[in-house]
């Protein structure tokens, strides 16, 4: 994914970019920073959820803004942060809206076969003919990120997928974002406010401040001490841990 001198204005005071970036194929890139550093907008932009006033995306060699909407889901899922879908559906029909693009409605074998693995992949076998609004908030956004994936787009953005989630699912859902990277080849692009989360997991760390990238690259090259305080405006000391660097804050 490519995004060239991509700018959002909402006043002259809120601009976001121009950001000029390349995602790299196949790795997990987190995208961190304070409240209101854009993040969520440029991930939006990227979805084409949000147009942009400026630049121009591209995925997949697809120009975001002339591909039309049935090709562009085949490619490119999204995953934003708010999600208002009726509670009167249960977990497999939730996640059967991700087979869309392909079925139109009309669901196939295939189609029931795919449902069923992201079903089990992320544990809600158990909880698939239950109604969305007998689920916790973690059980209920798991059911999302399983949508999502049920896609099976080679890019997939998600905002903030640990919502609601505690540290052991919390972790059970970068697991299984990890493991869609590694052994599948997808490209996944998240939001993500847990900094250590974001170091332990990512293959590349996005830092955004007042609507700019200010620093792109490998998780140990950003896990700095003073590129990530004065992202955050707070004293954070990185330290070596055993599975990486940790921010202490």
Not at 33 to 54: C, E, F, I, V
Not at 162 to 179: C, F, G, K, P, T
Not at 239 to 248: C, Q, S
């Amino acid at each position: 994914m490519r995004l060239t001198k991509v700018e959002k204005r909402f006043n002259t005071n809120r601009i976001i970019g121009p950001i000029s970036l390349d995602f790299p194929k196949g790795e997990l890139t987190s995208i961190i920073g304070p409240n209101g550093a854009g993040k969520t907008t440029s991930l939006l932009m990227m979805g084409r959820l949000l147009a942009m006033d400026s630049g121009h995306i591209t995925v997949s060699g697809l120009d975001i803004d002339n591909t039309p909407s049935e090709e562009l889901a085949k490619v490119l899922a999204i995953l934003r942060q708010e999600n208002h879908f009726a509670t009167r559906l249960t977990v497999r029909q939730l996640v059967s809206f991700g087979r869309y693009p392909y079925s139109k409605g009309r669901l196939t074998a295939e189609d029931e076969a795919i449902i069923t693995k992201y079903i089990h992949y992320l544990g809600l076998a158990p909880l698939e003919n239950l109604y969305l609004h007998e689920l916790s908030g973690g059980q209920r956004q798991r059911t999302y990120v399983a949508m999502v994936l049920a896609q099976e787009t080679d890019y997939i953005l998600l905002d903030e997928p640990l919502n609601n989630l505690d540290i052991a699912a919390s972790v059970q859902m970068m697991n299984y974002l990890r493991e869609m990277t590694t052994q599948l080849s997808r490209t996944i692009i998240v939001v993500i406010h847990d900094l250590n989360m974001a170091a332990k997991y990512s293959d590349n760390l996005c830092l955004m401040k007042d609507g700019q990238v200010t620093h792109f690259g490998k998780v140990e090259e950003i896990m700095q001490s003073a590129l990530l305080s004065d992202l955050y405006n707070v004293s954070i000391q990185v330290i070596d841990g055993p599975d990486g660097p940790i921010a202490i804050y």
